[in-house]
């Protein structure tokens, strides 16, 4: 059974920096997609950022674009997320997912903000940034 776990949560201030991991656990995921997603009280779950598979582009949304930085550590089966310069409105619970088919190549951003392209995700992980 796949299961992706996430971990690094927290409370911050206002500024302050917080690393998330996400570690599958059941399957190698080195070659797979993963994407971090983010859904605050009220609102709809929405993309953060994404990683194609090995060796692969990433993608951001603009509102965390320069400052938060996903990356993949293949040889632990885990993948980052790296928020620095955090807001108040960044507060969310942050969820981790991934997608086992195969993606081509000529597929951009947009594809990889697509809730619905993600096969797995985990259960979440609360950042709470203050004022």
């Known amino acids: 059974q796949v299961q992706l776990v996430e971990s690094g949560g927290g409370l911050v201030q206002a500024g302050g920096s917080l690393r998330l991991s996400c570690a599958p656990s059941?399957?190698?995921?080195?070659?797979?997609?993963m994407g971090w997603f983010r859904q605050a009280p009220g609102k709809e779950r929405e993309f953060v950022a994404a990683s194609r598979g090995t060796g692969g582009t990433l993608y951001y949304a603009d509102s965390v674009k320069g400052r938060f930085t996903i990356s993949r550590d293949n040889a632990k089966n885990t993948v980052y997320l790296q928020m620095n310069s955090l807001k108040p409105e960044d507060t969310a619970v942050y969820y981790c997912?991934?997608?086992?088919?195969?993606?081509?190549?000529?597929?951009?951003?947009?594809?990889?903000?697509?809730?619905?392209?993600?096969?797995?995700w985990g259960s979440g992980t609360q950042v709470t940034v203050s004022s």
């Open positions: 059941g399957r190698t995921f080195s070659s797979y997609a």
């Open positions: 997912a991934a997608t086992s088919r195969p993606i081509p190549s000529y597929h951009s951003a947009g594809y990889y903000a697509t809730k619905s392209i993600y096969d797995y």
